[in-house]
């Protein structure tokens, strides 16, 4: 499985944006970039995913840079709940028998400041 | 919610010992993983069921096993616990497979205690 890169740690305000690193420098052409998140006492959850392109949904952005070596979970406008560890995911194609698991790394343990 | 369920929620048992864990899936998914997550090891993947069969197993040892019924609620069976043994135990569900890999769906977990 690729390996993922991310801070340890990260710290921002509540209302203001908060922007994710996720290295990836061994990432293959069929890899898809996949973000989880997990709140405190509770199990992962989906946040968003792509392959090259930008992506929004209602919960965050993804940018993937142009190489795909790399990419930045951003969210808008962050809030006491986004409080969480935020996982970064690479999934190789289905069509690979086992590529279905998820393998998490450390992930950033996000705190948010009132 | 993520239509997970998972019970029981915690577990508290004596090292030698066997527990059986059990997950429904949200209604319709089809794939059923298990996760281990512990303060040294982080989240691992156990293993994965498609539809009663076994698909994929991961870092899971021989001391455990699991089954999914036809009903597609799956059990973990852990025997011959150990101290070690001590974690929280995920089940996941997810759709049929796209190509960029199917959304999981993570219960809220089984907390085990072995003492």
């Known amino acids: 499985d690729a390996k993922t890169t991310q801070p340890n740690s990260m710290e921002s305000n509540e209302e203001e944006p908060v922007h994710l690193p996720c290295n990836h420098s061994?990432?293959?052409?069929?890899?898809?970039i996949h973000w989880y998140r997990q709140l405190p006492s509770q199990g992962p959850e989906y946040v968003i995913h792509?392959?090259?392109s930008n992506v929004n949904n209602r919960m965050a952005s993804l940018a993937i840079a142009e190489d795909r070596k790399s990419s930045t979970l951003i969210l808008h406008r962050a809030t006491l709940r986004d409080a969480a560890v935020y996982y970064c995911?690479?999934?190789?194609?289905?069509?690979?028998?086992?590529?279905?698991?998820?393998?998490f790394g450390q992930g950033t343990r996000l705190t948010i400041n009132p | 919610d993520s239509g997970v369920t998972q019970t029981p929620k915690h577990l508290i048992t004596a090292t030698g010992q066997r527990v059986t864990l059990r997950c429904s899936p949200r209604?319709?998914?089809?794939?059923v993983y298990w996760y281990q997550q512990s303060l040294d090891q982080g989240l691992q993947f156990l293993i994965h069921?498609?539809?009663?069969?076994?698909?994929a197993k991961g870092n899971i040892l021989e001391r455990f096993s699991a089954q999914q019924f036809p009903d597609l609620h799956s059990e973990l069976n852990l025997s011959s616990l150990e101290l070690g043994d001590s974690a929280l135990y995920f089940c996941?569900?997810?759709?049929?497979?796209?190509?960029?890999?199917?959304?999981?769906?993570f219960g809220p977990g089984t907390r085990l205690l072995v003492l």
């Open positions: 996941a569900s997810s759709p049929p497979s796209r190509r960029e890999g199917a959304t999981q769906y």
């Open positions: 061994t990432i293959s052409g069929t890899d898809y």
């Open positions: 792509g392959l090259t």
């Open positions: 995911i690479l999934r190789d194609s289905p069509i690979i028998q086992g590529a279905q698991k998820l393998v």
């Open positions: 209604s319709g998914d089809l794939s």
């Open positions: 069921y498609y539809n009663g069969e076994e698909r």
